[in-house]
């Protein structure tokens, strides 16, 4: 950070950007501190907020799938910003080599690292070479890094090469249920089915299988749960491969595929329980959406959002190691047969889930940006 007295911010942004999350919160905080405001973009419809001071509208938005058209822009916009003495630039669309960088998924390396099959996760890795590179030494320099789960903060100071001390965690906000929609935890008469819920618009990648494969264990040892599970996933009519894999297991009559949903109150008030499986997940905010719904959510502890569960007092986790299906079936099974005895847990999962908000998310980086303030 530059020492003087004229304090400046810059934000750099892209239309769909995840900063539009908390860009008016980070404002408000700089404003009361009188930190000026800048906003790059490339949008000239966007509506600035008003604590922005300066607006620069950017032209030829680079591909940010294209390793040369990024290096090429990353060299333009710090000659650009070169003279402006910005304490900070903060970007999260298109982390820089010289920026402050708001990561919000996994490393491309961990990402690939997911392959089970080694000959395939080799070839995968061969076939990024370029990308995997690129990301080993193009953000070592940066001013910092803000990851979105401590489970990050590892991922990246293994696989880009980030020093431990330029990288924090700000866990982030989501969309949380209005006091109205919630029900408290349901009476479940178990002559009717146990409701599962997931959300899988990516099946692979959200876990679809993941949970298909521990319900097949949870048939197989707990016969006696009548379960059903709802699992949002808007391209179900063109997965053959998946209505062949339910036929196969015997588990089409417990499944119910769903398409988009309008209305996620009526979705999460319609499950007795909602799970977030996901392979891997940079945080996972379907889990603090789901405990502010009260209900009871299960996590795998590969879920960046695990770490604000403590198991058995506001939601469970399951170890997502060589035993994964076993151990997810095991606590589904466990909120089953416990499930009247949740309430107090409920209502411990909705606390959480309100004391993460973007507000919380923007003052997390503002305070480790702005330590003395």
Not at 264 to 286: I, K, P, Q, T, W
Not at 310 to 317: L, Y
Request: with cysteine.
């Amino acid at each position: 950070m530059k020492k003087n007295n004229s304090r400046k911010i810059a934000i750099l942004g892209t239309q769909k950007g995840f900063y539009n999350l908390y860009l008016n919160e980070l404002a408000k905080l700089c404003q009361d501190k009188n930190i000026t405001v800048d906003l790059y973009n490339f949008d000239e419809n966007y509506k600035v907020p008003e604590n922005i001071q300066n607006h620069f509208l950017l032209k030829d938005l680079p591909n940010v799938k294209n390793i040369d058209e990024i290096k090429k822009f990353d060299k333009e916009f710090k000659a650009l910003t070169k003279d402006k003495n910005y304490d900070y630039i903060l970007t999260d669309s298109m982390p820089l080599s010289f920026t402050s960088n708001v990561f919000h998924n996994i490393s491309p390396i961990a990402r690939y690292s997911l392959a089970k099959n080694p000959i395939y996760r080799t070839i995968l890795m061969l076939g990024h070479i370029k990308e995997i590179c690129h990301v080993k030494n193009f953000y070592k320099n940066s001013q910092n890094a803000i990851v979105v789960s401590p489970l990050m903060k590892e991922d990246y100071e293994k696989n880009c090469n980030i020093p431990t001390e330029k990288i924090f965690a700000a866990l982030p906000g989501s969309s949380f249920a209005k006091e109205e929609y919630v029900q408290k935890i349901k009476s479940y008469d178990k002559n009717s089915p146990f409701v599962i819920g997931l959300s899988a618009v990516g099946f692979v990648t959200k876990g679809g299988y993941v949970l298909l494969e521990s319900l097949r264990v949870l048939k197989k040892k707990y016969p006696h749960i009548n379960f059903k599970a709802r699992i949002i996933y808007p391209k179900y009519k063109k997965n053959k491969i998946l209505s062949l894999y339910l036929n196969f297991t015997g588990l089409k009559n417990h499944i119910e595929l769903l398409p988009y949903q309008k209305n996620m109150a009526d979705f999460y008030n319609s499950l007795h329980c909602f799970c977030c499986a996901s392979r891997f997940e940079a945080f996972g905010r379907v889990v603090t959406e789901g405990m502010s719904y009260k209900l009871p959510v299960i996590a795998g502890s590969n879920i960046g959002a695990s770490v604000i569960i403590n198991d058995g007092e506001n939601g469970f986790v399951y170890k997502a190691d060589k035993n994964i299906s076993q151990n997810f079936a095991d606590k589904l099974a466990y909120v089953y047969e416990h499930y009247s005895e949740l309430e107090q847990l409920t209502e411990n999962a909705a606390a959480t889930a309100k004391m993460y908000t973007w507000k919380t998310f923007a003052k997390t980086i503002f305070d480790n940006l702005y330590p003395k303030e």
